[in-house]
């Protein structure tokens, strides 16, 4: 998902610039209330930009399925057809280049932030992710026959064990300063990682925890009816695809919803396949140790259904649930950050000989001095901003109302109370921490970034 709009208009905007969204801005009264640029055609300059872009990208290879209209205006969308997950990654990459490059030529700018106008919807790249062999099996297919059916309810016993056990790791991958404005929004997943498999197969797995065959679970399509007699039915998927799931089930894999725009998706999806590769090598020490294999999949779902979760990931009452499950709710990359070089962490990536110790280190130091980088140039933007442009604009408009006060209404203590927060925002911000990046973070996040919303909103009155 991204935006489209004149170049123009976003090289007037240093904020935009700086940062990939807007520090200040408020919102029009009509903006996606009525969800009418999600239904309506795509625009003539970014319907020739897709075209462009897809010709260009079946030039290397990578055939793009979808092309539409998101919800928010000005927000679109692409697809690719479902490919091997390394090729796919580095087609993603190229799809982005592609897009800035090609949109350059048309006067237009692609903005690929996850937040980049606040009050609608930001934008996530939706990893449709599944684990097959090279003879054709899908291990997230429910199959057709008995062994196809036992691959898939073994194969979704190990992704709730490798989520369940390695849920900061999974969380860690989605953690950066752009989806802190995303997640859990009403638009995107929350934080809290969980797996949604749905609910049919939840009962299934209630059965095969309380001794049940792994056989029994009825993967059959759908008609849904669509309340008007001049229609026939339409085919519907095995199971409800839950957009308040960060790992939803969709009918033959799963859709790791969490990961922001603006990220290179191998990253994700290289975790994914770390705890999958965790939960096959758990399922088979307990086979080869000699427990059936109904038993070793029952063991596995009991000690990690606590991971599945049917619900509303937007309730509130969501958050209190998890917790009381062990759910870890990670909502700020600074307090993800913290988890990603664990003791079990470490263990595994080097196990599996994708990290060395030192190796995983070094990550969480550059993802630590990511966000770092991010927020503090969108301070620094912020108060150029306003001490170069608003307070000039404040002093201008103050002297039109010069002896004529009771026109001016309230502007004088409006246009103070800006000075009054970005005072405070720069004291704040000059009394950040310097001793350790963990610390550094954490300020930046607790302490200077609310003090950032207020500046907003006294902007913005």
């Keep these: 998902e991204f935006f489209v709009m004149p170049a123009d208009l976003y090289k007037a905007r240093p904020d935009l610039v700086n940062c990939g969204r807007t520090l200040f801005g408020k919102l029009p009264t009509r903006h996606q209330q009525g969800d009418l640029n999600y239904f309506q055609p795509i625009p003539g300059r970014v319907q020739e930009l897709l075209d ?7 030039k290397i290879g990578c055939p793009m399925a979808v092309k539409h209209n998101e919800v928010a205006p000005g927000q679109h969308e692409m697809s690719p057809v479902f490919r091997t997950a390394n090729v796919s990654c580095d087609s993603n990459v190229c799809f982005m280049e592609v897009m800035n490059r090609e949109a350059a030529k048309l006067g237009l700018q692609v903005l690929f932030h996850e937040k980049p106008f606040a009050g609608i919807n930001g934008s ?131 859709e790791f919803r969490a990961v922001g ?22 399922m088979a020490g307990l086979i080869e140790g000699g427990m059936s294999h109904r038993d070793a999949v029952a ?37 993800a950050i913290a988890t990603w070089n664990s003791v079990k962490n470490k263990k ?53 109302y010069k002896g004529f006060e009771k026109l001016a209404g309230s502007r004088k203590t409006v246009y103070e109370s800006i000075v009054e927060h970005l005072e405070k925002l720069k004291t704040s911000f000059s009394s950040k921490p310097h001793g350790g990046l963990p610390e550094e973070a954490l300020y930046l996040c607790d302490t200077v970034k609310p003090l950032m919303a207020k500046l907003r909103t006294a902007v913005d009155a």
């Design 261 to 282: 725009s603006s990220q290179n998706c191998c990253f994700p999806v290289m975790v994914c396949n770390a705890i999958m590769s965790a939960g096959m090598a758990h």
């Design 299 to 335: 063991q596995v779902f009991k000690e990690n259904k606590h991971v599945i979760f049917t619900g509303n990931g937007y309730s509130a009452e969501w958050p209190v649930e998890a917790e009381k499950r062990g759910l870890p709710n990670l909502n700020t990359t600074p307090k």
């Design 124 to 254: 996530g790249k939706h990893a449709n992710w599944s684990i097959g062999t090279d003879t054709g099996l899908n291990f997230f297919y429910p199959g057709k026959n008995e062994a196809g059916a036992k691959l898939y309810v073994t194969a979704i016993a190990c992704l709730a064990y490798g989520l369940a056990q390695y849920n900061e790791m999974v969380r860690c991958t989605v953690a950066h300063s752009g989806n802190d404005h995303r997640l859990g929004a009403q638009e995107a997943p929350p934080a809290i990682i969980s797996l949604y498999p749905g609910q049919g197969f939840e009962q299934h797995v209630e059965s095969i925890v309380n001794g049940g065959d792994l056989l029994g679970y009825k993967a059959e399509k759908k008609k849904q009816a669509t309340g008007c007699s001049a229609a026939m039915h339409i085919e519907a998927p095995v199971e409800d695809r839950n957009r308040t799931a960060p790992f939803p089930f969709c009918g033959n894999r799963f």
């Design 348 to 400: 595994l990536l080097e196990t599996l000989k994708i990290y060395t110790e030192e190796e995983t280190e070094a990550r969480q130091e550059v993802m630590y001095e990511n966000y770092i980088s991010s927020m503090c140039c969108e301070v620094e933007t912020m108060v150029q901003m306003t001490e170069t442009g608003f307070l000039p604009a404040c002093a201008k408009d103050l002297e039109k």
């Design 52 to 58: 462009i872009a897809q010709a260009e990208m079946l």
